[in-house]
């Protein structure tokens, strides 16, 4: 099967209207599988005033907004309009990339039709209940998205360590791996600029400690506000940059006092900011591969990050950066003490941060996305002929 012979429906809860690394990257990818020939039309709820535009062709979900969370949109299902839409496209393969009602009715619209689905993992959604203190909830949301992943094809995730753990919680047998690669145009250590930290008040020789994304509790937040406590109790100089704008922000800024919050920043503004600083810091526990994490490596950076599956697929301990036990307040503040202590160590794994950026081609890792579609459409088309 050749590239221009795929049509793919493309189901999200949110395509562009709130900027975060898994719409940027499903972005990226139609752009790259429209460049192949493919066909593509995606589905997601829309805003008046999107993040960003959207790559191809987009059409509207009916959604509401999300209790507690505004910004972010529940998409309500498929309607009879929407469910025409589809006929009218004809795809030859379903992909969902958010577990929300309007991916389940894709996969049954799809099943029905004996068309292939496969769904992308972005985020490891029955994590975020501890930060909600609704964690006898979790045993419900991993039984409904076992449910739905089993009635996929395949699923996508960014890494290995992320595959394992879906293995373990028996989602799916069949899982590729759909990396993330990094602009290296725009994150480089060449966007450094001690001008800049200087207008911030930071001087040439003071630590920086970063924090980058959307400032929400589970990010890790109370984790990286009590590192920099524990810094302060050790006697650590260091300053905290916080690049990224969200509900949380007046929590943290009260959490972090002296911290420079720079807010929401893009393009070459992000890569000069998160360039600008001398270690990052990733607490985070939810993330299937962890954006950021990468992108401050393309920076030169060496990264202090929780074990978990956004950050031991990308850093290596004690080679390009530190990983400590998630939450392991002190483990995390003494590997940015050994970093500020030793800027030899700092620049030596920074560099080979920034080397194995390099090799993370984003045309090489979304070619993987594609030969999982075909697999899909043509394992789907011999089980037919065997059934007659």
């Known amino acids: 099967m050749a590239p221009e012979d795929l ?66 949109r529940l998409p309500l299902g498929l309607t009879r309009a929407v469910r025409k839409d589809l006929e009218a496209f004809a795809p ?4 969902i990339a958010s577990p929300d009602i309007s991916a389940h009715r894709a996969v049954s619209w799809a099943r029905k039709r004996k068309i292939p689905a496969v769904a992308s993992v972005h985020t490891r959604f029955e994590t975020y209940l501890a930060y909600y203190h609704l ?18 094809d395949a699923l996508l995730v960014p890494a290995e360590s992320t595959a394992a ?47 980058l994304g959307r400032i929400v509790m589970e990010k890790g937040l109370d ?24 509900p949380a922000r007046p929590w943290f800024e009260k959490a972090l006092p002296g911290g420079i ?26 993330e299937t591969f962890g954006n950021v994490t990468l992108e401050a490596m393309a920076c030169e950076l ?14 290596r301990d004690g080679e390009t950066g530190t990983l400590a036990e998630p939450g392991d307040i002190a483990a995390l503040a003494a590997a940015i003490a ?5 800027p030899e160590l700092r620049a030596r794994h920074g560099a080979a941060g920034l080397a194995f950026a390099k090799t993370q081609d984003w045309d090489v890792i979304n070619g993987a996305v594609l030969k999982t579609y075909i697999r899909a459409i043509e394992r789907r088309e011999r089980l037919s002929r065997m059934q007659g």
């Open 7 to 72: 049509r793919i429906a493309l189901v999200s809860g949110n395509y562009n209207y709130v900027r975060d690394g898994a719409n940027q990257a499903l972005n990226r990818l139609v752009g790259f599988l429209l460049r192949q020939g493919c066909k593509v039309r995606t589905y997601s709820p829309t805003v008046e005033h999107p993040a960003f535009p959207a790559t191809g062709d987009l059409v509207s979900l009916p959604s509401i907004a999300a209790p507690g969370r505004p910004e972010y």
């Open 92 to 95: 030859n393969i379903v992909h």
């Open 135 to 152: 964690e006898l909830l979790e045993p419900t949301v991993r039984a409904a998205l076992r449910r739905l992943y089993l009635r996929c």
């Open 165 to 211: 753990v879906l293995r373990a919680q028996r989602m799916n047998r069949n899982i590729a791996i759909w990396s993330r690669g990094v602009d290296r145009t725009q994150f480089n250590p060449e966007r450094r600029s001690l001008e800049w930290r200087r207008s911030l008040g930071i001087g040439d020789d003071e630590l920086v400690v970063a924090f």
């Open 223 to 246: 984790v990286f506000a009590a590192v920099h406590d524990e810094l302060t109790a050790m006697g650590v100089p260091h300053k905290v940059l916080v690049i990224g704008e969200g």
């Open 261 to 286: 919050f720079v807010g929401h920043q893009e393009k070459d503004d992000l890569a000069r900011a998160l360039a600008s600083a001398d270690i990052f810091l990733n607490p985070s526990i939810t």
């Open 302 to 315: 060496p990264v202090v990050a929780a074990a978990a599956t956004g950050a031991t697929n990308l850093v």
């Open 338 to 342: 050994a970093y500020a202590a030793d």
